[in-house]
């Protein structure tokens, strides 16, 4: 199978990077160094799937998923083998590329197609069938946009990358700073960018009192796109060469297509679904692109409808509806999530932006009293979580915060736009937000949602440096970094949230290398399931692959790494 390395950038663009895999790879692919990588993924994904099982009765499920950065294609894998057992989530949870993720969930589960069925209504195993399959075919949606010319928009971070480094921008600042102002100022402004371009950035360069100073800071910057470091705090205030805007209505027309919007063809749909869905339980996409559908194949008849829904939007795409402008939660329960500055911590940081814009001295000190961890949602769930009714003492609960209604158009500029790919920004009213790295274990809230059961999607290993260090810049000390983050003090709010998942799907997405999406997705398809709940065994046919200990950190509680 062939991937397209501009997706992995977009994935590392929109989540946010677990650093105890190789996060810095991510920038190393962005730079181009092959357009498309081989992934040699086994079609079989050794399961032993009975062709008459199903999820009979099957507990109504929500799903904390940590977000993972350029390895966003393991949420697809893990969600597709959990629907095929367990049916489709009611409920979700998760911020960065786990609101993507959560978007695509959403997207999925409102298709008319995955309730009906030809003339009736699907039955429990047909729709998880189906829906799963949803989930398995982003991968064939992916090898479609990277034989189009919109291949472009998803790889531009990766562009502006070898750009800069063929002009030796960041040497032409030292012998010609002025120059070297222009040829950014060029690149970032050419035809075929400056619609994905961060409009900051060229404004940054056009006002700035000292343009090479911001030059350097910015060509800086890119050189550690997308490996999630923390460096110092100026990565709260520069901004992002990258306009999350844009890919959020990017990112609209893949869900759009996923929940069957206009003009999707809906027979074709119904037609593909009832040849591939059934049949292709228990495969990965390689393995069901290859099964019969009508006189082609499932992969072909797939790749006819989306080229045919592309063609169709980007011909005229005003005139349909976009899933980007529904609200977040109209369909499913879901909550996405984002660290927000609140009272004295955005005087502070104003005070630093504008120094930083007239490129003086900054200094930016806040107390982390002053940084609470926000959620969208719809109303109702929102007062549930910050009601906190079941009386959790934690840290990252009691620091809960509604930001209201919004749609996913505005959630997607938010939770993805992480310090270093963006700068803090802006909420609606008086706060700034601060990125989506502030919950990576979401069980809490589902489980003060009232979700019947809650499955972790995570992976092994502990930590995540480049949360605690965004926390230490806005003024976590170590008591802080302990209470939100250690996995062996039961009273941290990582270990809370471990002990009170009901299953913990425990992938090890972080060995593979980012441009091994067949690793990724089959990884994560055949990850362990953690649980001592008897009712993961109880249906008709439970996963395969049920442990009540895997023994490994980050999933087994107490068990650091």
Same mark, same amino acid.
């Given at each position: 199978?062939?991937?397209?390395?501009?997706?992995?950038?977009?994935?590392?663009?929109?989540?946010?990077?677990?650093?105890?895999?190789?996060?810095?790879?991510?920038?190393?692919?962005?730079?181009?160094?092959?357009?498309?990588?081989?992934?040699?993924?086994?079609?079989?994904?050794?399961?032993?799937?009975?062709?008459?099982?199903?999820?009979?009765?099957?507990?109504?499920?929500?799903?904390?998923?940590?977000?993972?950065?350029?390895?966003?294609?393991?949420?697809?894998?893990?969600?597709?083998?959990?629907?095929?057992?367990?049916?489709?989530?009611?409920?979700?949870?998760?911020?960065?590329?786990?609101?993507?993720?959560?978007?695509?969930?959403?997207?999925?589960?409102?298709?008319?197609?995955?309730?009906?069925?030809?003339?009736?209504?699907?039955?429990?195993?047909?729709?998880?069938?189906?829906?799963?399959?949803?989930?398995?075919?982003?991968?064939?949606?992916?090898?479609?946009?990277?034989?189009?010319?919109?291949?472009?928009?998803?790889?531009?971070?990766?562009?502006?990358?070898?750009?800069?480094?063929?002009?030796?921008?960041?040497?032409?600042?030292?012998?010609?700073?002025?120059?070297?102002?222009?040829?950014?100022?060029?690149?970032?402004?050419?035809?075929?960018?400056?619609?994905?371009?961060?409009?900051?950035?060229?404004?940054?360069?056009?006002?700035?009192?000292?343009?090479?100073?911001?030059?350097?800071?910015?060509?800086?910057?890119?050189?550690?796109?997308?490996?999630?470091?923390?460096?110092?705090?100026?990565?709260?205030?520069?901004?992002?060469?990258?306009?999350?805007?844009?890919?959020?209505?990017?990112?609209?027309?893949?869900?759009?297509?996923?929940?069957?919007?206009?003009?999707?063809?809906?027979?074709?749909?119904?037609?593909?679904?009832?040849? #591939?869905?059934?049949?292709?339980?228990?495969?990965?996409?390689?393995?069901?692109?290859?099964?019969?559908?009508?006189?082609?194949? #499932?992969?072909?008849?797939?790749?006819?409808?989306?080229?045919?829904?592309?063609?169709?939007?980007?011909?005229?795409?005003?005139?349909?509806?976009?899933?980007?402008?529904?609200?977040?939660?109209?369909?499913?329960?879901?909550?996405?999530?984002?660290?927000?500055?609140?009272?004295?911590?955005?005087?502070?940081?104003?005070?630093?932006?504008?120094?930083?814009?007239?490129?003086?001295?900054?200094?930016?000190?806040?107390?982390?009293?002053?940084?609470?961890?926000?959620?969208?949602?719809?109303?109702?769930?929102?007062?549930?979580?910050?009601?906190?009714?079941?009386?959790?003492?934690?840290?990252?609960?009691?620091?809960?915060?509604?930001?209201?209604?919004?749609?996913?158009?505005?959630?997607?500029?938010?939770?993805?736009?992480?310090?270093?790919?963006?700068?803090?920004?802006?909420?609606?009213?008086?706060?700034?937000?601060?990125?989506?790295?502030?919950?990576?274990?979401?069980?809490?809230?589902?489980?003060?949602?009232?979700?019947?059961?809650?499955?972790?999607?995570?992976?092994?290993?502990?930590?995540?440096?480049?949360?605690?260090?965004?926390?230490?810049?806005?003024?976590?000390?170590?008591?802080?970094?302990?209470?939100?983050?250690?996995?062996?003090?039961?009273?941290?709010?990582?270990?809370?949230?471990?002990?009170?998942?009901?299953?913990?799907?425990?992938?090890?997405?972080?060995?593979?290398?980012?441009?091994?999406?067949?690793?990724?997705?089959?990884?994560?398809?055949?990850?362990?399931?953690?649980?001592?709940?008897?009712?993961?065994?109880?249906?008709?046919?439970?996963?395969?692959?049920?442990?009540?200990?895997?023994?490994?950190?980050?999933?087994?509680?107490?068990?650091?790494?």
């Amino acid at each position: 199978m062939r991937v397209a390395i501009s997706f992995l950038v977009l994935s590392a663009v929109f989540g946010c990077g677990d650093d105890d895999g190789d996060p810095g790879d991510a920038g190393v692919d962005a730079m181009g160094v092959d357009g498309a990588v081989d992934s040699d993924v086994p079609t079989d994904a050794g399961t032993d799937v009975a062709p008459d099982a199903g999820p009979a009765d099957p507990p109504e499920i929500c799903v904390g998923i940590r977000g993972n950065g350029p390895r966003i294609t393991a949420h697809f894998g893990s969600l597709s083998r959990i629907i095929e057992h367990y049916g489709v989530p009611v409920g979700g949870a998760g911020g960065s590329s786990g609101s993507i993720t959560l978007f695509f969930l959403e997207s999925v589960a409102m298709n008319p197609l995955i309730e009906t069925c030809g003339d009736g209504p699907c039955d429990p195993l047909e729709r998880a069938n189906r829906a799963a399959l949803m989930f398995k075919s982003i991968l064939g949606y992916l090898e479609v946009l990277l034989e189009s010319e919109e291949a472009l928009s998803f790889g531009v971070l990766a562009d502006i990358i070898m750009r800069v480094q063929d002009e030796g921008i960041a040497a032409l600042l030292d012998t010609s700073p002025s120059e070297a102002v222009d040829a950014l100022e060029a690149i970032l402004s050419s035809d075929d960018l400056r619609s994905l371009v961060n409009p900051e950035v060229l404004q940054l360069l056009a006002d700035s009192p000292n343009p090479v100073f911001h030059a350097r800071d910015i060509v800086g910057a890119l050189a550690s796109a997308a490996s999630f470091e923390v460096t110092d705090d100026t990565i709260l205030l520069r901004p992002g060469v990258l306009s999350f805007p844009a890919f959020a209505q990017l990112l609209g027309r893949i869900a759009s297509f996923y929940a069957a919007y206009e003009p999707v063809d809906q027979d074709a749909m119904e037609s593909w679904l009832s040849d #591939c869905a059934s049949p292709g339980r228990g495969m990965l996409w390689p393995m069901v692109a290859e099964l019969p559908s009508g006189e082609s194949t #499932c992969g072909e008849v797939f790749r006819t409808m989306v080229t045919d829904y592309r063609a169709a939007v980007r011909a005229d795409e005003e005139s349909f509806p976009t899933r980007a402008d529904d609200p977040v939660g109209g369909e499913l329960r879901v909550l996405v999530s984002t660290s927000v500055m609140v009272g004295d911590a955005v005087t502070a940081w104003e005070a630093a932006r504008a120094d930083y814009l007239q490129a003086d001295e900054h200094t930016f000190s806040v107390d982390f009293d002053d940084i609470r961890f926000g959620y969208w949602g719809q109303t109702s769930d929102l007062n549930l979580v910050t009601g906190n009714p079941n009386g959790y003492p934690d840290l990252k609960t009691s620091k809960a915060l509604s930001l209201g209604e919004a749609t996913w158009r505005e959630v997607l500029a938010f939770s993805p736009a992480e310090p270093g790919l963006a700068r803090a920004l802006e909420l609606p009213g008086d706060n700034v937000s601060a990125g989506g790295w502030s919950d990576l274990q979401p069980t809490l809230v589902l489980q003060n949602l009232g979700c019947e059961k809650v499955v972790y999607l995570t992976r092994q290993g502990t930590g995540s440096s480049f949360a605690s260090g965004v926390a230490r810049l806005l003024g976590a000390d170590d008591t802080d970094i302990d209470s939100l983050f250690s996995f062996t003090d039961a009273t941290s709010s990582t270990y809370l949230s471990i002990e009170q998942s009901d299953g913990i799907w425990c992938t090890d997405w972080d060995t593979p290398p980012t441009t091994d999406i067949g690793a990724i997705t089959l990884d994560s398809y055949t990850a362990p399931l953690e649980t001592d709940d008897p009712v993961f065994e109880s249906v008709a046919d439970p996963y395969g692959n049920i442990t009540g200990s895997t023994g490994l950190p980050g999933c087994t509680l107490g068990v650091d790494g």
